[in-house]
């Protein structure tokens, strides 16, 4: 019923996103935005046992407002049509650290694992960490259940050639060319209405810990 009133309400969002029907609705945006957060503090809980530099991390850090920056846009919406955080160390929703990602939008809810659009001299660091280190990365996600859930990394913006310092013929080269280190999976409807919906994020994110590991090496180096 959680994820129902809050995907109900985005979707009544979506085709409302104006400040008037937002203050008409806004005890819906309270109710909704607590039940988020709740959800994101137990997601934060279930995390710390598997990973503790999650131990101390408050869920309100983590998740994002919904107001939108339209400063800069050509769309002039006030609102997300999503609700998200990002579960990670030193800073919540503001780390550059490898962290956990969960997003709720109707038609769209997924979770991510990851570093996303790290500052320049950071990727530059991830980017020589898996050429330096390379069989150990394909080591973590070579994993069975690894490919099962994060098949490949999220390519966005990737780029199409060799970036300067690493040689073209390196067997892994896609890797490299990456601006985003991070995974992600689309969360199934069935799931949604799954009663241990949490749980099973949780277990999921489990498996790509790993990867946060390596990479939050490198990122603890360079910040």
């Not at 400040?19 to 279930?46: G, I, M, P, V």
């Not at 990602?101 to 991510?112: D, R, V, W």
């Not at 980017?127 to 994993?143: A, H, M, P, T």
Request: aromatic letters at 14%; proline letters at 5%.
């Amino acid at each position: 019923m959680i994820i129902s009133n809050i995907l109900n309400f985005l979707s009544d969002l979506k085709e409302n996103n104006n400040r008037e029907w937002f203050a008409q609705n806004k005890e819906r945006y309270t109710q909704t935005k607590s039940e988020f957060e709740k959800l994101c503090q137990t997601l934060t809980d279930k995390i710390s046992q598997f990973d503790e530099d999650i131990k101390h991390v408050d869920a309100k850090d983590c998740v994002f407002r919904i107001y939108r920056d339209t400063r800069f846009s050509l769309d002039k919406t006030p609102y997300k049509n999503h609700y998200a955080a990002f579960i990670a160390s030193n800073g919540g929703r503001k780390s550059v650290r490898g962290g956990y990602y969960f997003h709720l939008e109707p038609g769209k809810c997924f979770i991510a694992i990851g570093v996303w659009c790290p500052p320049p001299d950071l990727l530059k660091a991830l980017r020589q960490s898996v050429y330096d280190n390379i069989d150990e990365l394909k080591e973590i996600i070579e994993v069975t259940k690894f490919q099962k859930y994060f098949p490949k990394f999220f390519d966005e913006d990737k780029l199409k050639t060799a970036p300067k310092g690493f040689p073209k013929d390196f067997p892994e080269i896609e890797l490299i060319k990456l601006k985003h280190y991070m995974v992600e999976y689309v969360l199934p409807e069935n799931m949604l209405s799954d009663e241990e919906l949490i749980s099973k994020v949780a277990d999921i994110m489990q498996i790509a810990y790993p990867l946060n590991a390596f990479l939050n090496y490198t990122v603890d180096e360079v910040v």
